[in-house]
């Protein structure tokens, strides 16, 4: 599986190694690509840092205090997830071009992306035993002081792991920062090929994407530190005492409730709004047929592949803890911070030069997906493997059972939410992937996203906005199952 990630690397090393030294140090120092790393890094940096701070806070008040209506805030919080970050950025654009800024630019992929921290730290604040929390209260500690030295360190791993996979979306992202016409790294690569085919020099912006990947992954690792969090039992079974808002209330219902008008209401208007006139004028009902389907079967194919090539992955990094197997789990997020295009173009070149017969077919298409959200995956099936006592598979292995009879009636009872999570997350990013799917899909095979962009990138809004509402009811079902598995009482 790691092997498969590093293709694309390895085009993009092979591809800038006829550039030369000098070449590549004369195109790297100009103005623009100086211009594009400021709005890449201040982009990434912001908009990953209120994502994380959003997805906290929304899931601590879910879990942590006496809101009313938990239930139904939680699966407002997690609504974002249907909506696509292109589908969100065409329903601000359609509404007004102020966005098409900076701040508009942290706004809409902000609102898009919090959720993958919200999710993964919802799980793990029900997960966690109210009675640690309890213990240091009577030891004097107040509120926050808690917060941050109980809480905090104890849900990392699915905050950290939430925020990474943010980042690495955030290198990747071209459909949403195109529409804002907010330039970046990624969109660059795009119009270099688009405009002139560039290969060497698009080529290269991806090795400088995949260095800050590379300093997204170190960040991450030493945050996260080698400590064990697996554990025999399950702590509690009871509801933590909850903090009680008093005053508050007012102004977190108020806060709730704006970014539920913000990150839903807005885009979900402008999806109406274009709706009605775009149907008027007629609608290829045919066409938006195949598209729905043809994207429902690759999405459901691209969570199974991709969660299936996770487990050894993560069951190597896990149990066998080393230089080589941690090397063998970072390698798997390096394609992820490539834009998909990049991915496309490496994996077509491969298959030209050395297996033919997989070129336009649908292997190479979903071998693509897994290249892309092999991340989602791992991080999600981490997060669950972590949990699993190794004294368990100890014990069942002293009983008589061994290989995939124990991984199938010890390991895999207790990683199935992990898996369903995954498969889930990875079901939804394949259903909404874009520039690999144009240049990967076979002849003849149109996707909802596909066939969206070319009317949205054309200022086709009203013929556009089937399509996004097809992607947005597509999602649902994904984005309903990840709510459910993050409010699963500990087992």
Avoid: K
């Amino acid at each position: 599986m790691a092997g498969l990630t590093l293709v694309p690397l390895g085009y993009v090393l092979w591809t800038t190694a006829d550039m030369g030294q000098q070449r590549a140090l004369d195109f790297l120092l100009r103005p623009r690509i100086g211009e594009l790393l400021w709005n890449t890094t201040r982009l990434l940096v912001l908009a990953t840092a209120l994502s994380t701070v959003i997805g906290v806070a929304g899931a601590w008040l879910v879990e942590r205090t006496d809101l009313r209506g938990r239930g139904w805030w939680h699966g407002v919080l997690c609504a974002p997830l249907a909506v696509p970050a292109f589908v969100n950025g065409y329903g601000w654009v359609s509404t007004t071009h102020l966005v098409q800024s900076f701040p508009g630019a942290v706004m809409v992929v902000t609102l898009s992306y919090y959720p993958l921290v919200y999710l993964p730290t919802v799980a793990a604040l029900r997960r966690l035993d109210p009675g640690v929390e309890e213990v240091a209260t009577s030891l004097g500690h107040g509120g926050w002081s808690v917060f941050a030295r109980v809480t905090l360190p104890a849900i990392s791993p699915a905050v950290l792991g939430g925020a990474l996979l943010v980042g690495l979306h955030l290198l990747a992202e071209y459909g949403a920062l195109q529409l804002l016409n907010y330039p970046t790294l990624t969109t660059a690569v795009l119009q270099q090929y688009g405009t002139g085919f560039n290969g060497p020099e698009a080529t290269l912006l991806g090795l400088v994407l995949v260095a800050f990947c590379l300093l997204l992954l170190g960040a991450e690792a030493l945050l996260r530190g080698r400590r064990r969090r697996a554990r025999g039992g399950a702590g509690a079974r009871r509801e933590p005492e909850r903090v009680v808002l008093g005053r508050r209330r007012p102004l977190v219902v108020l806060g709730l409730g704006a970014l539920a008008l913000w990150s839903l209401a807005v885009p979900v208007a402008a999806l109406v709004r274009w709706l009605v006139r775009g149907t008027s004028a007629g609608l290829d009902t045919a066409e938006l047929v195949d598209a729905t389907g043809s994207t429902l079967v690759l999405a459901v194919l691209g969570g199974v592949v991709t969660t299936a090539a996770a487990v050894p992955v993560v069951w190597l990094a896990v149990r066998y803890r080393g230089v080589l197997t941690t090397a063998i789990e970072r390698s798997v997020y390096t394609a992820s911070a490539l834009p998909g295009i990049v991915i496309a173009l490496a994996l077509v070149t491969v298959s030209i030069r050395a297996v033919p017969s997989l070129y336009q077919t649908l292997v190479l298409l979903v071998a693509g997906y897994l290249i892309l959200f092999l991340p989602r995956a791992v991080v999600s099936v981490r997060g669950t493997y972590e949990l699993v006592p190794p004294a368990l598979e100890d014990v069942g292995r002293s009983l008589g059972c061994s290989g995939l009879e124990l991984a199938r009636r010890v390991t895999l009872p207790l990683v199935a939410p992990g898996l369903a999570t995954a498969t889930a997350l990875v079901a939804l990013a394949t259903s909404t992937e874009l520039t690999a799917t144009l240049l990967l899909a076979p002849l003849g095979t149109d996707t909802l996203a596909t066939q969206f962009w070319s009317d949205a990138s054309s200022v086709a809004y009203g013929a556009a906005a089937p399509y996004a509402l097809a992607l947005v009811l597509l999602s649902v079902p994904s984005t309903w199952l990840l709510a459910r598995l993050s409010l699963r009482s500990p087992a």
